[in-house]
């Protein structure tokens, strides 16, 4: 099991703490949340960046944030 912390704009879409069971991959983990697949996220796992395909082990936190645009 995984545990998802969202930060920014994502508190409203993701629960506090969310625990994921199955998740193989930083992937598998946000498809399970059901984010968009071309959403901007800022990714890391035990406060290291991290990618879609970055493997996951039991008690891994991942923590996202929203990417933060303008011009």
Request: cysteine-free.
């Given at each position: 099991m995984v545990t998802v912390e969202a930060g920014g704009s994502l508190r409203a879409q993701i629960p506090s703490k969310t625990i994921l069971s199955n998740?193989?991959?930083?992937?598998?983990a946000i498809q399970q949340l059901r984010l968009p697949a071309d959403v901007a996220l800022i990714?890391?796992?035990?406060?290291r960046i991290a990618h879609w395909t970055t493997r996951l082990?039991?008690?891994?936190?991942?923590?996202?944030?929203?990417t933060i645009g303008g011009g």
């Open positions: 998740a193989e991959t930083v992937g598998d990714i890391m796992v035990n406060g082990n039991d008690g891994d936190v991942i923590q996202l944030l929203p």
